[in-house]
């Protein structure tokens, strides 16, 4: 039950005069049934109501945002952005105006990746915004433009924490994706790329010891400087 004090008095007074008899006490059920249910027109045409009604409400655990949004509050850059640094995918319920807004939509992925799928565009094409995005949660790589599902940069970033979510990106770009994974993936796990040991050193990218000499490839050539594909020997690799 909400806890009766001024905190909550906008709340109490707006209920209270919508039917005196009908809420005898407030519950957080009740409250979001209330809130579904209510149409307030008149609540939704007043900003100020609304900031008012809004502020109080959360002492019930609830975001009413998505209930009661006027066109001016959901183009208020100010209202909004404590929005999404609240919840990042409130952004869905901003107006398009604001879901172009670099600075509100940044925001928004830094508090949770998946906001991106509600940003415009545009900005689902900026490198930035999309890398912040990946890097808080893989998986929002499938609401990035086709551009950036390609870009190299944003590519690896994903492969850092889940090569899985690459798999929900654009199918007409999987082969470009296939070689740049291929380039950064360490298939064995031993502190080299794939591409590395294939195109740069000569290693086998699916052994940690192409030569067998019970020193990793990497050992080899990252520390001790000789060569990963003589076994036994200590020729130094050119620096």
Do not use: C, H
Request: glycine residues 4%; proline residues 1%.
């Amino acid at each position: 039950m909400l806890e009766r004090n001024k905190d909550n008095e906008y709340l109490r007074e707006y209920l209270m005069l919508k039917d005196k008899k009908e809420i005898k006490s407030i519950t957080n059920e009740k409250l979001e049934k209330y809130i579904e249910e209510s149409k307030m027109n008149e609540l939704r045409n007043k900003a100020d109501k609304m900031e008012k009604w809004y502020e109080a409400s959360i002492y019930a655990g609830k975001n009413t945002f998505k209930y009661y949004s006027s066109e001016k509050i959901r183009n208020d850059e100010k209202y909004v952005m404590k929005k999404v640094k609240e919840n990042g995918k409130n952004l869905q319920y901003a107006s398009e105006k604001l879901k172009n807004n670099r600075d509100l939509v940044m925001e928004a992925v830094k508090q949770d990746g998946r906001a991106l799928q509600f940003a415009s565009e545009e900005l689902k094409n900026d490198k930035e915004i999309v890398m912040e995005s990946v890097k808080n949660y893989p998986n929002s790589y499938q609401y990035a433009s086709s551009e950036m599902q390609k870009d190299e940069d944003v590519v690896t970033e994903v492969l850092k924490r889940s090569e899985d979510a690459l798999s929900y990106g654009d199918e007409n770009i999987k082969q470009e994706i296939e070689e740049i994974k291929g380039t950064y993936r360490d298939s064995d796990f031993d502190g080299l790329s794939d591409g590395e040991e294939k195109f740069i050193y000569g290693t086998n990218p699916y052994s940690k010891d192409t030569d067998l000499d019970g020193k990793t490839d990497y050992e080899e050539i990252k520390i001790n400087y000789t060569n990963p594909q003589i076994k036994n020997k200590d020729i130094e690799v050119e620096r």
